[in-house]
């Protein structure tokens, strides 16, 4: 069974533009969580959603927002990159939005020159 | 922020010592997972832990639920070289969803 694909793995961008970051979870998970992972603050939650509604939301700007499709399938999009904004980008699969394991992708590198 | 405080930050062993790593909260968790991390990659789950006083194996990894639901413990015994990446606690509430809390992470490095 596949694993949790994210796209792209890397991705160079200039300050003040905005990026899309995809993540297809495992066939049958309906959750997908992101967090941002920085060698200063570790790994951060962004959101989470499930059937296509934002359940949960961490402490970021309103630069960064996602959203959920049908599929399951979820995106993630950062407006006006900030140079703090280089980090990876990693997209968690559940089954559902309760008590179930995290299944992560390899991530997106994202650097913002 | 972050909620976990994990310990220690990083240690440097011989191959086939036991390595013993532990997460501590001020806060009740209702999951505790485990995950390790290589360079270049997203964490991959070692063990997942669901009730208070629960100990579970996943061939030499050992972790075990804090009965305080606030604390957890992960142990890796005899290691061998390809043990070495970050290792990583994590703990979700009861009324979070699928969020996830993560420690700081242990870097480990065993010398052949």
């Known amino acids: 069974k596949a694993g949790v694909t994210q796209t792209p793995r890397y991705l160079i961008k200039t300050r003040g533009q905005q990026v899309t970051l995809s993540c297809s979870p495992i066939s049958g998970h309906r959750s997908v969580s992101w967090y941002q992972q920085t060698p200063g603050q570790g790994l951060q939650f962004l959101f989470e959603?499930?059937?296509?509604?934002?359940?949960n939301k961490g402490n970021f700007p309103g630069r960064f927002s996602g959203r959920q499709f049908s599929n399951s399938r979820s995106e993630m999009n950062v407006s006006t990159l900030e140079l703090g904004d280089s980090a990876l980008y990693l997209c968690a699969s559940s089954l559902d939005n309760t008590n179930t394991e995290a299944f992560f992708g390899q991530g997106t590198r994202l650097t913002v020159v | 922020g972050q909620q976990l405080n994990q310990s220690p930050q990083s240690m440097f062993i011989q191959e086939g010592e036991d390595v013993s790593m532990n997460c501590t909260s001020s806060?009740?968790?209702?999951?505790w997972l485990w995950y390790k991390q290589e360079p270049g990659e997203g964490p991959v789950l070692l063990i997942a832990l669901y009730k208070a006083g629960e100990l579970t194996s996943n061939g030499r990894l050992t972790a075990q639920f804090g009965i305080t639901r606030k604390d957890s413990f992960l142990n890796i015994s005899a290691s061998i070289p390809s043990d070495v990446g970050i290792y990583f606690c994590a703990g979700r509430k009861e009324t979070s969803g699928s969020r996830l809390t993560f420690g700081e992470g242990t870097q480990l490095t065993v010398n052949p």
């Open positions: 806060s009740i968790f209702n999951t």
């Open positions: 959603y499930f059937s296509e509604t934002q359940r």
